[in-house]
């Protein structure tokens, strides 16, 4: 059995956390299959959107705590291997979002937690069941997020609110986390999926190289001083504005077309 799925649909992938019997928990394997699905998905000139769910009743329950207390896998060896498991393995995943120009769409049912939850504030659009649950745990098992989650969190929902999750490490609904920025929409268990087809189609309508540089250019944007964003922003600007992207987006919107972007 494969710990992560993955599966083409048009211009859409999907990536499948596939480990439902352990909560769909990280093993170093899954991590790799992860940060692999990730990379392919963004290397692929004909994939537009990526969208990132979960199988069984949770989306993912973060460390295998099993693991954890036997010091087994990607928990083994003492402080300096330890520091060199995450350095190569958990933290790649993060390394691997903060370089993808497309687009990731999170589905979120059950439990979302520690690094779990981590992994749906890496995410750029993130739907949840009524039945969802999130919680930064990491504090209830003496740990800290060393899967770089705090970056992401603080991101998501702002400094004050980030530091309530981590430090009191409690449990709250879809619709708390949609109150605070971490979700964009609850929904139905059952009709997750289709929420999800329909954010990606909205974001099919646009111009993907676009949508990809609005993407970095509010990556970047967090992290800049105003002088070199603008710089960025100004060369940015230069490439869609003589794009045929943008020609062709014009000449749509004119004939009040609504359709999905496509070239002519």
């Known amino acids: 059995m494969s710990l992560i799925e993955t599966m083409r649909e048009d211009s859409l992938f999907w990536i499948t956390l596939n480990r439902p019997d352990k909560g769909n928990a990280y093993t170093l394997e899954m991590v790799k299959a992860l940060v692999s699905a990730l990379k392919f998905a963004d290397e692929e000139s004909e994939i537009k959107v990526v969208l ?42 993060p390394r691997q979002f903060e370089k993808m120009q497309k687009p990731v769409i999170s589905l979120i049912q059950g439990a979302a937690v520690g690094a779990g939850c981590d992994l749906v504030a890496m995410t750029d659009l993130r739907i949840a069941s009524k039945d969802a649950t999130f919680s930064e745990s990491f504090n209830r098992v003496g740990l800290v997020p060393g899967d770089g989650g705090a970056y992401f969190l603080i991101r998501a929902v702002g400094y004050s609110k980030a530091m309530e999750m981590f430090m009191l490490a409690k ?23 289709n929420k999800g087809r329909e954010f990606a189609q909205r974001l099919l309508m646009h111009p993907p190289h676009a949508v990809w540089m609005t993407k970095r250019s509010l990556i970047q944007a967090y992290q800049d001083n105003l002088s070199h964003h603008l710089e960025m922003m100004s060369a940015y600007q230069a490439l869609t504005q003589r794009s045929d992207d943008h020609f062709i987006s014009l000449s749509n919107l004119k004939n009040k077309e609504t359709r999905p972007y496509q070239t002519k």
């Not at 986390?177 to 009709?191: Q, S, T």
């Open 52 to 93: 990132l769910k979960s199988a069984g009743d949770y989306f993912c329950t973060g460390g295998d705590i099993s693991l954890m207390q036997k010091k087994e896998e990607m928990f083994s060896g003492e402080s300096l291997e330890l520091r060199q498991n995450y350095h190569f393995g958990i933290q790649e995943i």
């Open 171 to 193: 449990t709250y609904s879809a619709q708390e986390m949609m109150n605070h920025g971490l979700v964009h929409e609850v929904v139905e268990k059952n009709d997750l999926e």
